[in-house]
Structure formats: C-alpha cells, structure tokens
C-alpha cells in the first residue's frame, strides 16, 4: 500500500463518511491491524465514535475483524482493506452499468446497496419500491414483483452475491434460508408488506464488485476490437465472451476453447453472417497484431479463445503510448512505441529507426529517461565497466511502468477530489440556502400552491446567486468527469497488474 493509496483512501471515506470515519480509517491503514484499545488510545477519539466509525466501516465491508494475535481470549482487532476503500471510486459506474443492463429499478438496487453497504432482499424490494412509487402519477404504485423480479435477475447473473456469515454469528432457528423469489411468484400487497415476517432476516445481499469487474474487462476487450477492426468482429468476440461466462475462471489467462461451430450458432441471428464470412472474421482476428483471439486446435471447424491477458496488455500499453503522447507529443510517443517493439536499441539505432535528428532524439531520450518511463541498462564488454567499452541500452519495462502510472493516476483522483471537497466547502453557505429553497418548492408544490407563491419562493435566491450557483455545478460536474475517466485508467492498469501477477 502506498502513500497514494493512502491519501486517496482518506479523501473518499471524508467525502462519504466524514471526518471521524476517515480518521479512524487512515490510521487502521497507516497501523496495520489494531484492538479498539489501542485505537482510541493513538487517535484520540472517544470511545463512542470509534465504535460508530468502525460499524459504519464494516457495514460497508471496509474494514474485516478477527481474533486478537496473542490467540484466545485476547482483545479482537480491526483492519481496514485499502481495496474496498478504492472500490468507491467506481459507485458512479456501477450504478449506470446496472441501469443499463436492468433499468431504473436495477439502478436503484445497486445504489441502496452501495449506499448502505449490505441489505436483505426484503428490505431492497421495499426501499426501492418506495423511491420509484414517489416518482409515479398520484394514485400509482410500484408493484413489488417487478422489483423481486429485477433482484432476482441481479442474483442470477452474480451482480448481488450472499453476504458471508459473520465470524461467531449464532446460527438461525429457521430450517432454511430464504433466497431470492422467482420473477413470478406474486407479490405481497403494499399495505401488508410491512406487517409480514419474509424470513430472511439476517440473510443480507451485497454488490458483487468483481462480477462489475469482469464485465467492465469483457466491455472493454469489445470496444478496442471494434475501434480496431469493425463492429461484427467485435460482436463475434462479444459472443465467445458470453459463451465462456460460465466455465473460465475470472482469473484464467484465456476462455475456454470454443468451436466455429458452436460459436456461428450462438451469434444473433440480426447479424446474419454467413458461415463462411464467420471463418474470414476468426482468421481476421487471429492474424491481428493486438492477439484478442487466438486459435487452440483444428476440431469442430476450428477451436478458438479469446486471450484475456494479451487483450489486456495491449490495452495497457496503448494506454501507455497515450500517455506518452499527450505529455510529451508525438515523436516521443514514436520513440516510446519503438522501444516497446524492439526492446532494446542504443540511441544511435533509436535516431536511425525513428528517423529522428540526433540531438532531438538524444533530448527526448533523456526526458523519458527522467520520468522513469524509459529504462537505461549497461553491458559491459569487460569487467571494469569502462564506458568506451559498455553498451548503454534503452529499453521499456511495460509492467513496472504500468505500476508507475497507476500511482500517477491515484494521485490525480485524489487531488480532484480534494479539489471538489475544497469547492462544496467554500460554497456551503450558498449550496445549504439552494437545498433548503428546492425543499420548500417540493413542499409547495406536493400541496398545490399557487404560482405566484412558487414565484416568490424562487425569488429568494438572487441573480447573482444563480450564477454562481450555475458555475459551481458546472465546475463539479467537470471534476466528476475528470475522475470518471481517470477511474477508467486505473482500471486497465489494475486488470493489467493483477492479470500478470496471476499468470506469474
């Protein structure tokens, strides 16, 4: 865990938790595991809002507990987990993926669930229903299968997963537990709904990050191939990627192989490629450069596999190209990518090879070499190491570069969102007044009021005001986007470092 990590850990429990909870946090992080103890002792809280602070953390499952090192009997420790901290970077994308996949009503799920950390089925059903029942006509209600129904759906495709037990939990009276009710079975009417007993009490449901995780690396292996080649190679790599849901594991360096047979029968049908036309497309994306799909024998017409861990140093390393691009222009990014191509040259070849003059190259090396983006590595002729006779090779080592952009990009979130914190806080005044006068307009319009007492409402909030009022949220949303995209990156780079690590 580094310094980045850290910082940026502490700004994200601060934005969502408070001050308190990102104190408490930080240190848990900073100190390794610790008993409460110890924890009030070194922070200087008090008993009661360490105790408040460490539920809201595990509600969250941001922070595990076990038994105290010394082994039975001794005082239970705390450990915050940096990963999951992380994972609230990403709250805006889960929530629109699921809104994409499921609708409003899958939208509102996933965001109960993050906001409240963990739920049971029957209480998600009733909240959501509630939210969506408030924006329907007067006199109109949600029904409640539709939202089991889209809960269900959730469960089935692994976006909600069982919470694990708590370690010491007492085992339930009822015989079994309760699970998700199918898309059919009818719902209880809204007035009686609070009075039953659903049995699953105790039975909680989280959002399964890693199953968003791999669909997040599916979305983005189809995007490159469609940017690369076209849109039917990207819906047959689509397909072999639907296919192989089920039997790869999210850990696997490719799919399962998978026939031309099999595949040309699982393709829809609104595509209506030909057989032959499919086997021009394999080959197409075989031959290509990028590795996304690569051939695994000769039976059933051919058996293919999508190539997880190519696909995603590719990625990275475009990302890296980019990088290079945008900070240091185009013939550095030419230098850059012949270094990744050829591994390792000396600066006389790199002139030659990139067609660039020598004292230009010399300096664009240098640079590189300064932001640790290049690497220079010597090889003596003789053992003395005496310059006149050692090679100096420039080279790129793409993983450990990976790891260095990664920090970079945890830095910029961090300071977007110390940047955003610093905004809303210079403007709390004016941003509380906006809140309290869309209250009253809600309230006013809830009891039909008439329009020149809405008018005049609206009225308390001067010309001016509106303007910087208008500014503001423009700014936000700027730095929203900003962390939006950076997220992107850090999300390549960490399926990139983490597919290496698990292939090594």
Known sequence: MTAQEVRLCGLLLREHFGEVVEKVGTHLLKGGAQNLRTIIHETGISLDLVKKSLCVLVQHGACVFR????????????????????????????????????????????????????????????????????????????????????????????????CPPLAGAEPKDSATPAAPAPPGTPAAPVGVWNMLTHGDEGICWQVNFERFHLHFRDQAIISAVANKLDQTSSEIVRT????????????????????????FRSLPTSYNIPRPILDQYLTLLIDDPMEFVGKAGESGGGMYVVNMHRALANLARATLESVVQERFGSRSARIFRLLLRKRHLEQKQVEDFAMIPAKEAKDMLYTLLSQNLVQLQEIPKTPDYAPSRTFYLYTVNQLPTARMLLQNCYKTVANLVERRLFESKESKRLLEKSQRIEAILASLQASGAEPEQLTEVEEMITAPEKQQLEALRLHINKLDSAENQVDETIFLLESYINSTASTS
Do not use: W
Request: proline share 3%.
């Open 67 to 162: 038994s105290g090192r010394k082994g039975a009997g001794s005082p239970t420790e705390y450990q915050t987990c940096c990963d999951r901290i992380l994972r609230i970077l990403r709250y805006p994308r889960y929530i629109y993926t699921a809104k994409t996949l499921y609708g409003d009503t899958g939208e509102l799920i996933i965001e109960e669930l993050l906001q409240r950390g963990h739920m049971t089925m029957s209480g998600t059903i009733k909240t959501v229903a509630d939210r969506l029942t408030q924006n329907m006509e007067e006199g109109r209600s949600m029904d409640y299968s539709e939202v089991s129904s889209a809960f269900f759906r959730l469960v089935e495709t692994h976006f909600l997963q069982r």
């Open 240 to 263: 072999m990627l639907r296919m192989s849901e089920v039997t790869t594991s999210p850990t696997a360096t490719c799919t399962k192989p998978l026939s031309a047979n099999e595949i």
